[in-house]
Nanobody
Framework: QVQLIESGGGLVQAGGSLRLSCAAS????????MGWFRQAPGKERDFVTS????????IYSDSVKGRFTISRDNAKNTVYLQMNSLKPDDTAVYYC?????????????????WGQGTQVTVSS
């Protein structure tokens, strides 16, 4: 019901910045909490951040607090992840995800729809 297409991944030096975008089709995002996850080679897929359906609530993993910012533009059906002060440990495939939400809450829990992932590589 929801298709997610990511863009903005690439190669960046440590200390640099990158912005990821996740554009949705099939449904408007106004009723969906959105999240970003990442998976480094040989590691589990980890939660990064989430934003509530109306954008009023956000949560971040401890590893990215103060460096990453999640935002959304429901009129454009797009969610963004602004990544600053990037570190080599941030290197991973980044996935956006969506879950229907009847309340304006962010969640690190279960998600229903997933993007295909976009590679972010941070050089030292």
């Amino acid at each position: 019901q929801v298709q997610l297409i990511e863009s903005g991944g690439g190669l960046v030096q440590a200390g640099g910045s990158l912005r990821l975008s996740c554009a949705a089709s099939g449904r408007t995002l106004s009723s969906y909490a959105m999240g970003w996850f990442r998976q480094a080679p040989g590691k589990e897929r980890d939660f990064v951040t989430s934003i509530s359906r109306l954008g009023g609530r956000k949560i971040y993993s401890d590893s990215v607090k103060g460096r990453f910012t999640i935002s959304r533009d429901n009129a454009k059906n797009t969610v963004y992840l602004q990544m600053n002060s990037l570190k080599p440990d941030d290197t991973a495939v980044y996935y956006c995800a969506a879950v229907f939400s009847s309340l304006d809450i962010a969640t690190s829990g279960e998600y229903t729809y997933w993007g295909q992932g976009t590679q972010v590589t941070v050089s030292s």
